[in-house]
C-alpha cells in the first residue's frame, strides 16, 4: 500500500526556515529518521515546501482559470513538507509516524493519506 505523509504547517513553518540551534536540532532528527525509513525500505519520496507566500493556486471555473498568489490563510490546513511510503498496511503507517520527530518547533501534525491503487479504480 502506497501511503502519502503529510506534514501539516504551522505559524512556524510559514514564516519560512530559519537556521538556527533549534531547527539544526531538528533537521539532524528528521535526517536521521528519514535513515531510517529507507533502511526499511519503505521511503521512496520525501520533501518539504517553501512557505505559501512562494506558491500559488489555480482556480477553475468552467473554461476560466484565475492564478491566486500565496501567502495563503489558516496554516493548519496547508502541507509543509511530505514522504511517499509504500507500507503494508495503514497501520504500519501510523507506527512509523508514532516514532518520527516533532518536525516543527511548537505542535504539529501529520496526515496519512492512502493512494488510490489500480483495483480502487475498477
Known amino acids: 500500500m502506497r501511503v502519502m505523509v503529510l506534514v501539516k504547517a504551522t505559524e512556524d513553518s510559514e514564516r519560512g526556515y530559519v537556521r538556527s540551534p533549534e531547527t539544526d536540532a531538528m533537521m539532524a532528527a528528521m535526517g536521521r529518521f528519514n535513515d531510517e525509513l529507507e533502511a ?30 500565496g501567502p495563503f490563510a489558516a496554516p493548519h490546513e496547508l502541507v509543509a513538507g511530505y514522504w ?31 493512494l488510490y491503487e489500480a483495483p480502487d479504480l475498477g
Do not use: H, Q, Y
Open 40 to 69: 526499511a525500505g519503505i521511503l521512496r519520496d520525501a520533501d518539504g515546501l517553501t512557505p505559501s507566500s512562494r506558491g500559488c493556486r489555480v482556480a477553475f471555473d468552467g473554461d476560466t482559470r484565475t492564478v491566486i498568489k
Open 84 to 114: 511517499l511510503w509504500e507500507v503494508k498496511d495503514l497501520d504500519e503507517a501510523i507506527a512509523w509516524v508514532k516514532r518520527c520527530p516533532n518536525p516543527m518547533p511548537g505542535p504539529s501534525e501529520i496526515e496519512i493519506r492512502p
